[in-house]
């Protein structure tokens, strides 16, 4: 029963319900308006036979009088058809003709009459249908011509009946298609249902029916699985993520808890002590700026963040943090050189940029220098940053002359807590770059590594603010001279 | 100094109360937002360390409060929410400074001496003058020993900011914030190269050094003579 409820209640067995309402609307008018206009044609050939047959009586009354129609009227009478005849004197009685009885109605009444006779037929008589024209001729006697039309009236039952049939029918098989369909349909339906809920239960792996008839429950199917496919790759690469974190913080933590045993087995006194907890200051730090770092990831990856966007000129931010970074590269022995003297304006967070930048300057100061004796020439190795225009983009490279990285890992060092082996005597984290990636993304942007030959450029591509043109007075000149070469 | 910690964890609360006393500090202390509200209200403090969460009535709200009732007592968030989002909400509910979970005390202090030192009147004066280092901000002339000194814009704004909180102990991230307005990790020791540049230039011919390294916590500028 309450499967049946169910089953009257989906969307399929409604629909079909309409339908058949519709339909059955529409045969009814149809078988009605065909009726109507078959009594209209009935009717006119009925007058025309009847008024033809009138004309050919008046021309031989004309002629013979009474007797001549009498005559004529009694052998018409004679031939065997649908026609009705009868002339009668003024008390009623039959002088000729194939009409029996008449009632007294139709006697009185003059002109076009329907009325019903009756006739001999097997095993007493049969009352029927008829249509005639009576008049009075002189002497007050009658003339009445007719037809029988006991036919309109059996087409009309037939008509009739077929349409109950016919509404009877379509009722039976719309209702019944209608739950035909319903059914396969909610078996199906319910299947998914099942089988989304076994997912929800924690099978990622499972994935929903499809029959293969490329119909729209198994395009949605088709989607919904896509959607679940994505959704346990997402599910896998977090959990590849944590198991990184995992591998990754246990290294230091337990490097910090070993130094803070060995210390405490040392008999030393203090100076031995503070060092050891200066470092294991140190180690902390190291550990909570790797959770900033990637809690700051997680925040970017879910949108989050970044709330705090203007109008920015990101060639200003390169020059100042170029400024904030060189003597560091000095440091190190590299020539820090930005290039990036027009304006280019993104819609940006300051300090979200202001980190990814710092980011690839770090990296590049880091791991930009040549190997030891591959300089070529006595100038010093350079790192350079541009920030330039290049369409509707605005474009920021950093570009080394180091190691590089090999083509087939541009990919992975995105990802979190990948370094390669050759930087690993570096101190580090591995999440530098996937906080630019993170932060690119955020903004509608990407952050690609090529070949410097030799060496890294990381290009990282934003989408440019052309609003901002209008507003800066230096920067108006510019775009428009663009917009005339384009 | 009289510092009002506002602070529902005890054991946080209890460390800071007594890391403040030891550095010659009163430090009072109140679990949750009405106590410290009325407490704040009440006594003439210093600087107020307020933790954002807190019960009964939010750090935020607790500030804002005070800074509708024309209390201007320098404060600082405390919060374990890191963002640069969080920090804009904290400074516009009428912060003054704002410091993320964890921290290191020598931060912390460092800070609350610096906000408390804003109150006093020296924000607006045209000269800072350490020892025989004169800086006009004016002019932006800077003279040790009479004899100018060449300074990139940069580097005299670090000097600038250093003079103002002389004899206090400025951090990394205090320079980087106020002089170069950067709210993130720059991952390597930037600020310790931009000093040792701007050492060179004040303190490398003159006799005793201005500029000194605070081990552990930062740099501070201060005369040696005295």
Partial sequence: ?486 | MRVLVIEDDQETANFLKRALKEQGHVAEYAADGQTGLELARGGAYDVLIVDRMLPKCDGLVVIGTLRAEEIRTPALILSALGEVDDRVKGLRAGGDDYLTKPYSFSELLARIEALARRTSPDESNTRFVVGDLVLDRLSHKVTRAGEAIILQPREFRLLEYLMKHAGQVVTRTMLLENVWDYHFDPQTNVIDVHISRLRSKIDKSFGSPLLHTVRGAGYTVRDSAH
């Fill in chain 1, 1 to 486: 029963m309450i499967a049946l409820t169910k089953l009257f209640r989906t969307v399929t067995f409604r629909l079909s319900l309409t339908y058949l309402a519709l339909f059955g609307a529409a045969a009814t008018l149809a078988m009605v308006y065909i009726y109507w206009n078959t009594t209209v044609l009935l009717t006119r050939q009925l007058h025309q036979t009847i008024d033809a047959e009138l004309k050919g009586l008046a021309e031989q009354y004309k002629a013979g009088g009474l007797d001549q129609l009498v005559k004529t009227i009694a052998d018409r009478s004679e031939t065997p058809g649908n026609s009705l005849y009868l002339v009668a004197d003024a008390q009623g009685h039959r002088i000729a003709g194939n009409l029996s009885a008449v009632s007294p109605q139709l006697w009185d009444s003059l002109g076009p009459v329907e009325f019903v006779y009756s006739r001999p037929a097997q095993g007493g008589t049969e009352a029927r249908l008829a249509y005639a024209n009576v008049f009075r001729l002189t002497g007050d006697y009658r003339l009445i011509v007719g037809r029988d039309i006991e036919e309109r009236r059996e087409l009309a039952r037939v008509i009739g009946s077929a349409m109950l049939w016919g509404l009877g029918f379509m009722a039976l098989l719309g209702i019944g298609g209608g739950y035909w369909v319903s059914r396969n349909l909610l078996a199906r339906v319910d299947e998914i249902a099942a089988t989304s809920r076994t997912i929800m239960g924690g099978d990622l792996s499972r994935r929903l029916p499809v029959k293969g008839s490329g119909d729209e429950l198994d395009r949605l199917s088709e989607s919904l699985n896509l959607m679940l496919a994505r959704i346990e790759q997402l599910m896998i690469s977090v959990r590849e993520v944590s198991d990184n974190i995992a591998h990754d913080l246990k290294t230091p933590l337990s490097r910090l808890r070993n130094r803070v045993e060995a210390a405490l087995g040392k008999p030393y006194g203090e100076p031995v002590y503070r060092d050891a907890l200066e470092r294991t200051i140190e180690e902390a730090d190291g550990l909570i700026k790797t959770f900033n770092a990637l809690l700051s990831i997680a925040r970017l990856e879910a949108g989050a963040g970044g709330e705090h966007r203007e109008t920015l000129d990101v060639s200003a931010l390169v020059r100042e943090l170029a400024e904030l970074y060189e003597p560091v590269a000095e440091e190190r022995g590299l020539v820090l050189m930005a290039a990036s003297d027009d304006p280019v304006f993104v819609c940006a967070d300051r300090q979200l940029m202001g980190q990814a930048i710092a980011n690839l300057l770090d990296n590049a100061i880091k791991y930009g220098a040549p190997k030891e004796g591959g300089t070529a020439s006595g100038s010093k190795p350079e790192i350079g940053i541009t920030a330039r225009a290049t369409g509707d983009m605005a474009e920021i490279d950093v570009t080394d002359h180091g190691p590089g990285v090999p083509a087939q890992e541009r990919e992975r060092v995105l990802g979190r807590f990948v370094r390669l082996e050759a930087s690993r005597s570096e101190p580090g984290s591995g999440l530098g770059l996937s906080l630019v990636a993170a932060v690119a993304s955020l903004h509608g942007g990407t952050l690609k590594l090529e070949d410097n030959e030799p060496g890294l450029r990381v290009v990282l591509t934003l989408p440019r603010e052309r609003n901002a043109l209008i507003n800066g007075a230096a920067a108006e000149t510019e775009p428009r001279a663009e917009t005339h070469h384009a």
